[in-house]
């Protein structure tokens, strides 16, 4: 099999863990980088995961390229802006291991990245891709006019045979109305080969009552394929070009659950890694569930490589991965 490059397109912040005066961690995350951390992971020698976006000229910005570079992806595409830092946010745990999050963002680089002047060089490159990945958070981010710009380009993209990813992540904070969002969204949609979406933002955003009618609503729009994540029922699947079935996937729960920042990250990853190395959509999305279930038993967005080694060699590893890998203690996770 020939290498796939894929290209994620987002932003990355500095990630404050811990109490506020108290004990607490520094570290990066981003809902995008985080994806592609675990989609590098995940894909083996045969992907090429470029991550897009654009950070500072400071000593955060500075570690923060060398360490994506330790996780092997590919920063090529990272710009360089000399008047813009990270953003930055902190995460605050509960006694059940769900997060409440504080953000500095609004004048980071990644905001400014299509005013970046080396961005059409970035535009250019991104025809050699195979597939491109972003999410509700990459557009909204940036201001209107670039998020236009941005969604101009992709349509072209898609036009070219790229692949196109989207998770719609919606989160109400990052926009003006639900109007502005709702608009931007059909945009997207109607180029989006297959979404990664969750049940709770597809029933805050659009109001729908069943996962039945997030796939109708989804179909309409001109999306290809759906996945809508589901927390402990798993997540389901439809193909929306044809007259398919909804396939279901279910998962198993672990323990101890500690934080399910970037479950739903760490699930788009392996359910990427799975479909671009050949696997079934099935078997796709269980590495999903079991790579979010691996990652949400540690603390912060981005968990030590030791940590997901194991159930990424078991998936790859088995040819029987539906049968094998269900009957794991440690094999699945609610991905939110």
């Known amino acids: 099999m020939q290498m796939r490059k894929i ?9 404050l863990n811990g109490i506020p005066f108290g004990a607490m961690t520094q570290s990066y995350g981003g809902d995008v980088l985080n994806s592609a951390v675990y989609l590098t992971r995940a894909g083996g020698d045969m992907l090429d995961v470029h991550f897009v976006t654009a950070v500072g000229t400071d000593a955060l910005s500075e570690g923060m390229i060398s360490r994506w570079q330790q996780e092997g992806i590919n920063t090529a595409l990272v710009l360089r ?39 059409p060089i970035v535009r250019q490159q991104l025809q050699n891709m195979d597939a491109l990945y972003l999410s509700g958070i990459s557009l909204a981010v940036l201001p209107e006019d670039d998020r236009q710009l941005l ?40 180029i989006t080969d297959i979404a990664l979406v969750t049940d709770d933002d597809e029933a805050s ?18 999306v290809k394929q759906a996945i809508i994540k589901a927390g402990e029922r798993g997540c389901f699947y439809r193909d929306l070009s044809g007259c398919d079935a909804t396939q ?25 890694a799975g479909l671009l190395n050949g696997k079934s959509v099935h078997d796709s999305a269980l590495m999903g569930h079991q790579l979010a279930g691996v990652v949400i038993q540690h603390k912060g967005a981005i968990v030590p490589q030791a940590a997901t080694q194991g159930v990424i060699a078991r998936f790859f590893n088995s040819n029987e991965i539906g049968e094998d890998e269900n ?3 440690d094999g699945t996770s609610a991905s939110d």
């Open 151 to 190: 969604l101009m380009d992709l349509k072209q993209l898609s036009s070219e045979g790229k692949v196109i990813f989207f998770d719609s992540n919606y989160r109400p904070a990052l926009w003006e109305k639900d109007a502005q969002a709702r608009e931007c969204y059909q945009q997207m949609y109607a």
């Open 248 to 272: 279901q996937i279910e998962i198993q729960p672990v323990k101890p659950v500690v934080d399910t920042t970037s479950a739903g990250d760490a699930f788009n990853a392996g359910f990427i």
């Open 81 to 119: 802006d000399n008047v813009h830092q990270p953003g930055l946010y902190l995460i605050q745990l509960d006694e059940k291991g769900e997060r409440t999050f504080l953000y500095w963002r609004n004048n980071s680089a990644a905001r400014y990245l299509l005013r970046h002047s080396d961005y």
């Open 205 to 222: 955003l659009w109001g729908d009552m069943s996962i039945e009618e997030s796939f109708h609503r989804l179909k309409r729009m001109g």
């Open 7 to 15: 290209a994620l397109i987002g932003e990355c912040m500095i990630e």
């Open 327 to 329: 009957a794991r203690d």
